[in-house]
């Protein structure tokens, strides 16, 4: 099996920081493009950042410029930096990666359960 584990959510005020990690664990033998999602109460889930295997990035709109996604592939682990955050930034933040089992096996996307990350004052 596959699990991802995000951690880093929570509270916090408007024009404050947090880090999100994923890290993705289980029978794995590469991870490929690894990304942060999110989805707000009543809007459609939307891609926040991404990170190819290489290290390339790629932001939406809604993230360009407060938004840095890295990651470390020795631990199969994925970050977000968010900085000036926005009460339009509160939703469940999810990580997704793609992943292969073994080396026979197809790229598979694997989706985290979700971290809760809420702006307010």
């Known amino acids: 099996q596959v699990q991802l584990v995000e951690s880093g959510g929570g509270l916090v005020q408007p024009g404050g920081s947090l880090r999100l990690s994923c890290a993705a664990s289980?029978?794995?033998?590469?991870?490929?493009?690894m990304a942060w999602y999110r989805q707000a109460p009543g809007k459609q889930r939307e891609l926040v950042a991404l990170?190819?295997?290489?290290?390339?990035?790629n932001y939406p709109v809604s993230g360009k410029g407060r938004f840095t996604i890295s990651r470390d592939n020795a631990k199969n682990t994925v970050y977000l930096q968010m900085n000036s955050l926005e009460p339009e930034d509160t939703a469940v933040y999810y990580c997704?990666?793609?992943?292969?089992?073994?080396?026979?096996?197809?790229?598979?996307?694997?989706w985290g359960r979700g971290t809760q990350v809420t702006v307010s004052s």
């Open positions: 997704n990666a793609e992943i292969r089992r073994n080396f026979n096996a197809a790229r598979l996307p694997y």
């Open positions: 990170i190819t295997g290489g290290g390339i990035t």
């Open positions: 289980g029978s794995i033998y590469s991870v490929g493009t």
